[in-house]
């Protein structure tokens, strides 16, 4: 049975993730997570056993911390009912671009790690079923009128805008840039956006 020290875990965890965002899912051994933790060698092996079982890790963490953000953000939204769809996309996608960059650039390591993992996948099928759920239930607590069967459009379309920015160069990832791509979001999926 793996150790159950759970701020140890974390950390390791995030070690991972930091990792995944800075050298890609390449650049990922225990090795390299204990030193980014700063934890003695063999730490991460008795956490997890196998690299695959650390990938798996660090994409749970990634759903963890992505439900405490959007408990976070419906909370700070529910005070912003006067702000239409473009706008909410648009803060969203300048705040994943820049403060939540690392996530999601370890996000799409893992996303394209997971072709080849089906573990890893199952892991990370939670954040695409709970990025539907939430964002239904987000539309409706705002009123926003998106009917649920052009959700999953629109939430194609944010992953490709949210690419799109998170792996651009320095300076690209601007409030202006931003408010375009969410507005063309908004355009394609034929949602309301004002």
């Given at each position: ?10 950390a ?9 965002a ?132 629109l ?14 160069p ?25």
């Amino acid at each position: 049975m793996p150790p159950t020290n759970p701020s140890r875990r974390r950390a390791l965890t995030d070690a991972a993730i930091e990792l995944l965002a800075s050298s890609g899912v390449h650049g990922l051994t225990h090795r390299a997570v204990e030193k980014r933790a700063g934890l003695p060698p063999g730490t991460a092996s008795n956490y997890f056993r196998s690299r695959e079982a650390l990938l798996v890790a660090a994409a749970e963490r990634i759903v963890e911390l992505h439900h405490a953000d959007t408990d976070r953000i419906n909370r700070e939204h529910q005070a912003a009912r006067d702000v239409g769809l473009a706008e909410l996309l648009t803060r969203s996608l300048l705040t994943a671009a820049t403060t939540a960059r690392d996530r999601y650039l370890a996000i799409f390591e893992l996303q394209l790690e997971a072709v080849r993992r089906p573990a890893l996948a199952a892991a990370l099928a939670g954040l695409q079923d709970a990025a539907v759920r939430l964002t239904a239930g987000r539309h409706g607590e705002l009123g926003i009128a998106v009917p649920r069967e052009r959700i999953p459009a629109l939430i194609a379309l944010y992953g490709g805008a949210l690419f799109t920015l998170v792996t651009a160069p320095p300076g690209v990832a601007g409030e202006a840039f931003a408010r375009q791509l969410a507005q063309a979001i908004v355009d394609g999926c034929g949602a309301p956006g004002s």
